[in-house]
Nanobody, 125 residues
Framework: QVQLVESGGGSVQTGGSLRLSCAAS???????MGWLRQAPGKEREAVAA???????SYADSVKGRFTISRDNAKRTLYLQMNRLEPEDTAMYYC????????????????????WGQGTQVTVSS
């Protein structure tokens, strides 16, 4: 299984931007890659997914503000987050799942076999 390490989290004000990175120990183009988040006291939720074929999907709450992408040569997954809101405050995780699967609303439908340790994003009003 691929090992994943997130970075790029931090504290920003409402309306600000951050770019999260997820460095992988191997090539990620053959996986369904996802970003998920978990806020204190809430369940983990899918944010964005990027399939092997390059298609992507997003949770309704981030659509139009977040963009998932990958650099295959750098073995890195990204999440560009713009127009951040306090409701985006959470621990963000990247994850890799079976590449044969599809995705919907930011979730890889076959689930995830590898997870990173997470990076904290805090948005203040």
């Amino acid at each position: 299984q691929v090992q994943l390490v997130e970075s790029g989290g931090g504290s920003v004000q409402t309306g600000g931007s951050l770019r999260l990175s997820c460095a992988a120990s191997g090539y990620i183009y053959n996986y369904c890659m996802g970003w998920l988040r978990q806020a204190p006291g809430k369940e983990r939720e899918a944010v964005a997914a990027l399939a092997r074929d390059g298609s992507s999907s997003y949770a309704d709450s981030v659509k139009g503000r977040f963009t998932i992408s990958r650099d295959n040569a750098k073995r890195t997954l990204y999440l560009q987050m713009n127009r951040l809101e306090p409701e985006d405050t959470a621990m963000y995780y990247c994850a890799a799942g079976p590449g044969a699967g599809s995705h919907r609303a930011g979730q890889c439908l076959l689930g995830y076999g590898s997870w990173g340790q997470g990076t904290q994003v805090t948005v203040s009003s």
